[in-house]
């Protein structure tokens, strides 16, 4: 089993940034892949930004130049994934979902509001 703790979330006017972190904890085994996404009030959820099981990290043209997702690995079977989130417009308001997955399994986490006032 692996855990995620998602933080960071918050209100910031338009223009402004917020920085998400997402804490696995657990059974960390071989990642396939850490991915952020969000969901929109009536909207599917949709895939934001990716690292890959190489470490890659790739995002979503909605977010390119404005947001970027790194990871950290400071203690065993810790790891942190960050969305840094520059330039937030009205339209990035969402919960904002941390995905895991690892050996076929997936796991989410809780979530964590974002909104963005114009």
């Known amino acids: 089993q692996v855990q995620l703790v998602e933080s960071g979330g918050g209100l910031v006017q338009a223009g402004g940034s917020l920085r998400l972190s997402c804490t696995a904890s657990?059974?960390?085994?071989?990642?396939?892949?850490m991915n952020w996404y969000r969901q929109a009030p009536g909207q599917e959820r949709e895939l934001v930004a990716s690292?890959?099981?190489?470490?890659?990290?790739?995002?979503?043209d909605s977010v390119k130049g404005r947001f970027t997702i790194s990871k950290d690995n400071n203690a065993k079977n810790t790891f942190q994934i960050y969305l840094q989130m520059n330039n937030l417009r009205p339209e990035d308001t969402a919960t904002y979902y941390c995905?895991?997955?690892?050996?076929?399994?997936?796991?989410w986490g809780q979530g964590t509001q974002v909104t963005v006032s114009s």
């Open positions: 690292v890959d099981s190489l470490g890659r990290p790739t995002v979503e």
């Open positions: 995905r895991w997955s690892q050996l076929g399994s997936v796991y």
């Open positions: 657990g059974r960390i085994t071989m990642i396939d892949a």
